[in-house]
């Protein structure tokens, strides 16, 4: 074959086939906006902060994206958005906004109901229980407006909670099942009075037949928790309907405090079990068409229209390119110009591409795209030079 330039990528170092590449900015860091939000809530009558996570290149990309809604933040907001970048590279997941909510006075925001009996005995700690139906009235009308007002977002949402926070993701899906389409419950908290929430969880399924989402409940090793949830999967069993996705992980090896990165992986895995296409396989992403026909599967799945991502169509474009197969090559890298009409390194590939079929005329009019929407691209501004002298 002949060998050609991949201008604006770096490669994983892996030799697979020829080469995989993947999108960069030079040798830049990818650009990651993580920020501190406060807002002003009626219902609480308090100020909340927000942590804020948007994914790489949110500024210039344009898109939408679901939202993963973080309870406990300070406890699980590094690893959970390093988890969304570590998997969303992989193709495992889609891109997520995160939105960490912090805690004021997490006994008040995570309990519905009042209660100081834990373990058969009165605990002061719990005095200002029985927030939680302020709390969920507050994530209802005030913070989820807001986070759709101000960022870019699909209408999909997720919501994590661990320990008591998981006690209150419960206590969502039983008052507001269609609030969020998934929750990840880990290790819940759910005790003494609240209790009661557990007690008419049959009869929430049993009332809403057509249920949807999914729903990832865990445990660590903690035989103080272990009553409680299974008392929830077995209602789970009996009466989830066959609409409601829920898996149960049982972590032997961890505790109450280390079960959580195992778990939101495993439950980010379990909510898009079916995202994943691997570019790279040519008996499965044979043409376009195949790209096409696998995320509208997707978004019927999750109630939005889904388009492939850059990164992806890049690499499934190229993955062509070094099969010999141009044309079909070109037809994704058209394709993802479509969907990313502002992308200097979607103009690039296309340039690229006609070039390697020898349409040097039309291949210069993708590079100087390419460059007028970035002027830093060194290697498309080589390309222009090289083709004008040919021409």
Not at 50 to 69: A, F, H, M, Q, R
């Amino acid at each position: 074959m002949k060998p050609f330039i991949i201008s604006s990528l770096i490669f994983t170092g892996l030799l697979i086939g020829l080469f995989t590449p993947v999108l960069a900015q030079g040798d830049d860091l990818p650009v990651r906006d993580q920020k501190k939000v406060v807002i002003t809530s009626k219902i609480l009558n308090e100020k909340r902060s927000l942590w804020i996570y948007t994914p790489v290149n949110y500024e210039t990309s344009g898109e939408k994206y679901p939202v993963l809604y973080l309870l406990d933040p300070d406890q699980n907001f590094a690893y959970v958005t390093e988890l969304e970048r570590f998997l969303s590279d992989r193709y495992r997941i889609p891109q997520l906004i995160i939105v960490g909510i912090v805690n004021n006075d997490r006994v008040k925001d995570f309990t519905p109901i009042h209660s100081l009996i834990f373990e058969g005995k009165i605990d002061s700690n719990l005095r200002s229980t029985g927030g939680g139906k302020a709390f969920l009235s507050f994530v209802k009308t005030e913070l989820i407006p807001y986070i759709n007002k101000n960022y870019r977002t699909q209408p999909y949402r997720i919501l994590s909670g661990h320990s008591l926070g998981g006690l209150f993701a419960m206590y969502c899906k039983e008052a507001e099942p269609d609030l969020f389409q998934s929750e990840i419950v880990i290790s819940p908290a759910i005790y003494g009075g609240n209790m009661e929430i557990l007690g008419r969880f049959s009869a929430f399924l049993k009332a809403h037949p057509k249920l949807q989402g999914n729903l990832s409940v865990s445990l660590g090793d903690e035989p103080g928790g272990k009553l409680a949830v299974d008392s929830l999967v077995n209602q789970l069993k009996s009466f989830a309907p066959k609409s409601l996705k829920w898996q149960y992980n049982s972590f032997l090896k961890e505790d109450h405090f280390s079960v959580g990165y195992k778990s939101m992986y495993e439950g980010l895995r379990f909510i898009y079990t079916d995202w994943f296409i691997n570019p790279q396989d040519t008996s499965v992403v044979r043409s376009y068409q195949d790209i096409k026909t696998h995320f509208q599967k997707l978004s019927a799945q999750f109630g939005y229209d889904i388009q492939p991502g850059e990164d992806f169509m890049n690499e499934c474009g190229y993955r062509q390119l070094n099969l010999g197969h141009v044309d079909r090559g070109i037809e994704i890298f058209a394709q993802n110009v479509k969907n990313h009409p502002n992308s200097s390194n979607a103009y690039d590939s296309l340039g690229e591409a006609y070039y390697i079929k020898g349409n040097h005329k039309v291949s210069l009019a993708y590079y100087k795209k390419s460059v007028l929407l970035n002027p830093g691209n060194k290697s498309g501004k080589e390309m222009i030079r090289k083709i004008m002298a040919k021409l």
